[in-house]
């Protein structure tokens, strides 16, 4: 009787209940839903200016309807899923703008003092918006990749396996920045690229795609700016070795955008009468 009691006592320590189990990232994703927000007329119109600049002027009003809705249902998906992953606080158009002036002022005090500064000496709403929106979603993709479940990891292998050639990656690169008449020598390895990529992207795109002596001309915020790589230190990587960065190039192939338009099913916008 003794002994069939322990038996009993361990098995219920063994059994994990099904409701104590942890959903995977994409069970997560999928149960995030309910959610509703209203587009007054201020922020319509502020996506329907990105929409009429990305179909180049064409002039179809019903094609700029729809691409104008799909564009602020995609903002807001991201930006309520970027909430609900801790990574970015509840969105609204309005604090977008405030967040934007103390971001302008932030620079123009850090110019005053002489102190360096990355992108545009100051925004308007909307270079604000891509960037903020850009940069969500490099967060949001990193998070999901550092957290891939099972089901993840088997597309991400697979993705890796027809791109294998793909990842035989630069470890290190030395490269050259001329500004202002003066050379600087760098060294990066290809774990720091995620970082510049916030940064600086189009130094961080150069740098991965680049190959020695290569040269490059570009306008950094008001800097005029020539790198040059120097050398190139390549090594050959697998998938546990680059898991991070291959699921997070995985995710950015298009499955991210699969994630998020399931969230936009889940949590549809509203439009205010005009």
């Given at each position: 009787m003794l002994s069939l009691a322990v038996v009993i006592v361990l098995g219920g320590f063994l059994i994990i209940p099904d409701e104590?189990?942890?959903?995977?990232?994409?069970?997560?994703?999928?149960?995030?839903?309910?959610?509703?927000?209203?587009?007054?007329?201020?922020?319509?119109?502020?996506?329907?200016?990105?929409?009429?600049?990305?179909?180049?002027?064409?002039?179809?009003?019903?094609?700029?309807?729809?691409?104008?809705?799909?564009?602020?249902?995609?903002?807001?998906?991201?930006?309520?899923?970027?909430?609900?992953?801790?990574?970015?606080?509840?969105?609204?158009?309005?604090?977008?703008?405030?967040?934007?002036?103390?971001?302008?002022?932030?620079?123009?005090?850090?110019?005053?003092?002489?102190?360096?500064?990355?992108?545009?000496?100051?925004?308007?709403?909307?270079?604000?918006?891509?960037?903020?929106?850009?940069?969500?979603?490099v967060d949001i993709i990193d998070y999901i990749a550092r957290h891939a479940d099972e089901s993840m990891d088997k597309k991400a292998r697979l993705y890796f396996e027809e791109n294998k050639d793909k990842y035989d990656h630069p470890e290190q690169i030395v490269y050259l920045i001329t500004e202002n008449g003066e050379e600087e020598e760098h060294t990066i390895d290809w774990r720091q690229l995620s970082s510049l990529e916030k940064a600086d992207s189009e130094l961080a795109q150069f740098l991965r795609e680049g190959g020695e002596y290569q040269q490059f001309?570009?306008?950094?915020?008001?800097?005029?700016?020539?790198?040059?790589?120097?050398?190139v230190t390549y090594m050959k990587t697998d998938f546990e070795h680059q898991k991070n960065l291959i699921v997070s190039d995985f995710l950015r192939s298009g499955y991210y955008k699969e994630l998020l338009k399931e969230v936009e099913m889940n949590n549809p916008i509203v439009f205010a009468e005009k």
């Open positions: 104590e189990a942890q959903p995977s990232i994409t069970d997560e994703i999928f149960s995030y839903s309910g959610y509703t927000r209203v587009i007054e007329k201020q922020e319509y119109d502020f996506y329907e200016y990105l929409a009429q600049r990305e179909m180049d002027d064409i002039s179809d009003s019903k094609l700029l309807a729809q691409n104008t809705k799909e564009l602020a249902q995609t903002a807001n998906a991201q930006f309520y899923l970027g909430n609900k992953l801790g990574l970015h606080e509840p969105y609204s158009f309005e604090n977008m703008q405030v967040q934007m002036k103390l971001e302008n002022a932030r620079r123009k005090i850090s110019q005053e003092k002489g102190q360096a500064i990355y992108g545009p000496e100051s925004f308007d709403i909307y270079r604000y918006y891509q960037y903020v929106f850009s940069n969500l979603e001309s570009y306008n950094f915020g008001s800097i005029k700016r020539n790198v040059k790589i120097h050398s």
